[in-house]
């Protein structure tokens, strides 16, 4: 493509025009809860469709959750199962404490024409369903303990991660 003004040229630029191909499969990652504490289970449903929202079946995923790497497939309904124990990591190195880490899910699918696609599925991790918060005040230290409840951050269509959404005096 070319722009001018008379004969002067003003711009131009090259254009790639090839056919598109549809991504044979599609992914829709769930997991039962939005948080977990350490050590609960996590269960990750998957469903695989084709570009028509057919389920697809029989579709080989790769699976790698916390450096590990796990293949799984779908049944007849697109459907696929998957449990992983939750864990928590400290990324910290203030003095918060019962900052969730967050475990990140990675599944890959790849296509008929052989081009890998990542799907990602992310829940918050607690250490603990108690913490407390230190405070120094003039001479003495006050200690603040909090009950961390999940029932907020668990609703499906809860986002953020507010203190005041999980700890409770």
């Known amino acids: 493509i070319t722009v001018n003004n008379e004969n002067v040229r003003l711009s131009s630029t090259g254009i790639y025009i090839s056919d598109y191909t549809l ?14 504490f350490d050590g609960e289970e ?15 079946a029989n579709v080989t995923l790769q699976a790698e959750i916390n450096g590990d790497s796990y293949e799984i497939s779908t049944d007849k309904n697109g459907d696929a199962e998957f449990t992983q124990t939750a864990q928590y990591t400290s ?16 599944f890959t699918v790849t ?7 990542n799907y990602y599925h992310s829940v918050s991790v607690f250490e603990s369903d108690i913490t407390a918060q230190f405070e120094k005040r003039n001479e003495s230290i006050v200690i603040n303990l909090y009950s961390v409840t999940l029932d907020k951050l668990n ?6 991660l507010g203190r005041e959404l999980y700890m409770e005096t």
């Open 23 to 36: 991504p044979a499969y599609t992914l829709d990652i769930n997991s039962d809860k939005n948080a977990y």
């Open 42 to 56: 996590i269960k990750y449903s998957v469903h695989a469709s084709m570009f028509d929202n057919t389920p697809a």
């Open 91 to 106: 990324y910290s190195q203030s003095d918060e404490n019962n900052v969730p880490s967050i475990l990140s899910a990675v």
């Open 111 to 117: 296509q008929p024409d052989g081009i890998s696609e």
């Open 155 to 160: 609703q499906k269509s809860m986002t953020g």
